[in-house]
């Protein structure tokens, strides 16, 4: 056997999907259900078809959301009502999770989430020994999505590592020519939320305060990079988007009935 395969072997990981009641653009948008099964649902099901990870779960602290995954036969983890974030809940369920070398953060409003996205991921921190943190990024190539807060942007360097995330367009074009947005290789990426952690990264990560970057820009990713921890980045061709909105769901319904 290889040592390759040894290393892909011994490295276990596990996919935990963050999930909460309040919403504040799409109230309740995780028990939303105009194409048969929750948003949700749909999430934790396109987890399940990555080759990777051991298992899924959801990590919550609503006991709707509970009964939710219980119904649809899925793995619920509770945590604390008091977690300040995403990372805090995932971070939480990691601890009662043994055995688990790797946690892959899945947002629990991605239901077309791409499993391939999971499985690279955590191939990069199977591959990159030095690395605690890994994530994705797509090329923008629209002026609305560069210049859309909403659309969080990330410049990295020839080794594939996270120079910065930004809301702001980042590089800043100075010459103002939107030509740039069609450069190959691309000039521009958005971040892609996902994330993989070694778990006992995951874990200290967890338990220290916002930096002034994090707080600034509202990023949780920056306190990695203000701690001078690399954070390893691969490209995807595109995306899917996660649903934030009334629009975002409509339009994911009018996709999946139609196909």
């Given at each position: 056997m290889s040592g390759a395969s040894t290393l892909r072997m011994a490295i276990r990981s596990y996919v935990v999907i963050p999930a909460r009641l309040a919403s504040?653009?799409?109230?309740?948008?995780?028990?939303?259900?105009?194409?048969?099964?929750?948003?949700?649902?749909?999430?934790?099901?396109?987890?399940?078809r990555a080759r990777k990870p051991l298992g899924v779960c959801v990590a919550t602290d609503h006991e709707l959301i509970a009964g939710e995954v219980r119904r649809f036969g899925g793995r619920v983890l509770m945590t604390s009502p008091d977690c300040a974030s995403g990372t805090d809940r995932v971070a939480e369920a990691a601890r009662q999770l043994t055995g688990v070398d790797i946690i892959v953060n899945v947002q629990g409003?991605?239901?077309?989430?791409?499993?391939?996205?999971?499985?690279?991921?955590?191939?990069?921190?199977e591959s990159d020994t030095t690395a605690d943190m890994a994530t994705l990024?797509?090329?923008i190539r629209q002026r609305e999505r560069l210049e859309d807060p909403a659309c969080v942007k990330v410049v990295f360097n020839a080794a594939g590592r996270a120079l910065y995330f930004s809301r702001?367009?980042?590089?800043?074009?100075?010459?103002?020519?939107?030509?740039?947005?069609?450069?190959?290789?691309?000039?521009?990426?958005?971040?892609v939320g996902i994330y993989a952690y070694r778990r006992r990264f995951l874990m200290e990560l967890a338990s220290l305060p916002q930096s002034p970057l994090e707080m600034t820009e509202k990023l949780e990713q920056l306190r990695v990079l203000e701690l001078g921890k690399?954070?390893?980045?691969?490209?995807?061709?595109?995306?899917?988007?996660?649903?934030?909105?009334?629009?975002?769901?409509?339009?994911?319904?009018?996709?999946?009935?139609?196909?």
């Open positions: 504040t653009r799409l109230p309740n948008k995780m028990l939303l259900r105009k194409t048969g099964k929750t948003v949700l649902q749909h999430t934790y099901e396109a987890a399940c409003d991605e239901p077309e989430i791409e499993p391939q996205a999971i499985d690279q991921v955590i191939a990069l921190l990024a797509t090329p702001y367009p980042i590089p800043y074009n100075r010459d103002g020519d939107d030509s740039v947005l069609d450069l190959d290789p691309p000039r521009y990426h958005q971040h690399p954070i390893a980045i691969n490209t995807v061709p595109s995306a899917a988007r996660g649903i934030d909105t009334p629009a975002d769901y409509a339009a994911f319904v009018k996709r999946r009935l139609a196909g």
